[in-house]
């Protein structure tokens, strides 16, 4: 079955995740951002729209470059990310991810895997259901929809994310 995500049900105060992402899928580049569901209903833009260009490179997507920063140590948390989040972690329900295309899902270092691990690993918020729209035809078909949702969990194995990924399902938007 498809989700039907509310335009009125995404929207918080200045957040109006429909207004951000609603041409995405027409876009050049490739658009991420996240939004953190908090159980008072605030929702809190989790880092300021990420743009880049398209890459071969999974360390490169804009995913991955979302939740982490390199450092000489390997991946650490993004500080923006970790002021925003670690303060209402115990209040977060779930995390919305919206990004044009489908994660890449070719490799343990593919942005499936990573993601829900970064999430997991960086910033403490194990077994956070996670939502993960994309907004551009794929030609993945099925649902109803063009566009693709993948439902998963953070911190969760590899197998059960190729499972999520495999039973993706389409999406839309309603008033």
Not at 70 to 93: D, K, L
Not at 130 to 157: W, Y
Request: hydrophobic letters at 40%; proline letters at 4%; aromatic letters at 8%.
């Amino acid at each position: 079955m498809a989700i039907i995500r509310s335009k009125q049900a995404s929207s918080y105060g200045t957040i109006n995740i429909h207004t951000t992402v609603a041409d995405w899928w027409q876009d050049v580049d490739v658009p991420y951002v996240a939004h953190a569901f908090l159980n008072n209903g605030v929702i809190l833009r989790v880092r300021d729209v990420l743009r880049l260009t398209a890459n071969n490179s999974a360390a490169s997507h804009p995913d991955q470059q979302y939740w982490r920063a390199i450092t000489q140590n390997g991946a650490s948390r993004v500080q923006s990310v970790w002021n925003i989040v670690n303060p209402v972690r115990a209040n977060i329900i779930r995390i919305d991810i919206d990004c044009k295309l489908m994660p890449c899902a070719t490799a343990n270092t593919s942005c499936l895997y990573q993601v829900p691990a970064f999430i997991n690993n960086l910033y403490g918020l194990n077994n956070m259901p996670l939502r993960i729209f994309s907004h551009a035809d794929e030609n993945m078909g099925g649902g109803g929809s063009s566009k693709r949702v993948v439902l998963c969990m953070s911190g969760a194995t590899s197998g059960n994310l190729l499972t999520a990924y495999n039973n993706h399902d389409g999406w839309g938007w309603a008033p």
